[in-house]
């Protein structure tokens, strides 16, 4: 049992090894250096190398580890979780961020699009929690979370994104499914679902129209500003979470609350 006097030990990750997808930029870098700051070895994953590199330096080249990575390749996914355990000898977190979408009307909306969003969003997700299991099953314990969205739970329309609606409302019910299929080996499943964020996926949405409409929608009238995100994170991540699986913890200002 933990001293409950020491509330905060909870949250510390010393000794885990966390991979985090879509590191380069927004959110995903966010979350990576949040869970290196409470002790976990850090394990960078996204296309630009250069990107990780740096975020890699700027952490002082300690406990980070980068690796290029695209998500919609089964060779790089499988590359980065058996690196990984050739580097640092298991898997304690995964956190499945990266994810691409465009808006677009389902009309004009083509097959190849809607292939690749799902291949990136969804069988990314499926695969690196699928490659990841085997350690954490080793070692009696980890946490799997699933960045998905709140557009997993409610439609995107006027913001037309049927290809990322599929994929993230896909992501949720995995997140159920694992959840239950690996509860009774040690694994938990989580799925993070944000709701407007500023990141580069989100970067149509900060001009000033759209932010109105983001105002007159959201019960806490503004996007969600980066760390509002860390709590939840290291809720899901970190011993403070260990009786929490096949849940979605939506941050979002109240908008599926309407």
């Given at each position: 049992m933990i001293d409950a006097s020491q509330p905060l030990e909870l949250f510390r990750l010393d000794g885990k090894v966390a991979i985090?997808?879509?590191a380069s930029a927004g959110l995903g870098e966010r979350m990576a250096r949040v869970l290196h700051a409470v002790g976990a070895t850090v394990v960078v994953a996204a296309r630009r190398i250069d990107?990780?590199?740096s975020l890699a330096s700027s952490l002082g080249n300690e406990?980070?580890?980068?690796?290029a990575a695209d998500m919609a390749s089964e060779s790089d996914r499988e590359h980065l979780v058996a690196e990984t355990i050739r580097q640092h000898g298991r898997v304690d977190i995964l956190v499945n961020n990266a994810g691409i979408t465009e808006v677009v009307g389902i009309e004009d909306e083509s097959l190849e699009l809607f292939r690749r969003v799902l291949e990136?969003?969804?069988?990314?997700?499926w695969h690196l929690s699928k490659l990841c299991a085997p350690s954490m099953i080793d070692t009696g314990s980890g946490s799997v979370i699933n960045v998905a969205s709140m557009l997993g739970h409610v439609g995107a329309t006027p913001v037309k994104q049927a290809n990322y609606?599929?994929?993230?409302?896909?992501?949720?019910?995995?997140?159920?499914?694992l959840a239950l299929q690996w509860g009774r080996k040690g694994i938990r499943v989580n799925a993070l679902c944000p709701g407007w964020f500023p990141s580069e996926m989100t970067e149509p949405m900060q001009e000033e129209?759209?932010?109105d409409f983001v105002r007159r929608n959201?019960?806490?009238?503004?996007m969600g500003e980066p760390h509002e995100l860390?709590?939840?994170?290291?809720?899901?991540?970190?011993?403070?979470?260990?009786?929490?699986?096949g849940q979605s913890i939506i941050v979002d200002g109240g908008w599926t609350a309407r």
């Open positions: 985090v997808t879509g990107r990780l590199e406990r980070v580890t980068a690796i990136i969003n969804t069988t990314a997700v609606c599929a994929s993230k409302g896909a992501v949720v019910n995995m997140t159920r499914e129209r759209s932010q959201t019960p806490i009238p503004r860390d709590g939840a994170l290291l809720l899901l991540a970190s011993a403070a979470g260990t009786f929490i699986t």
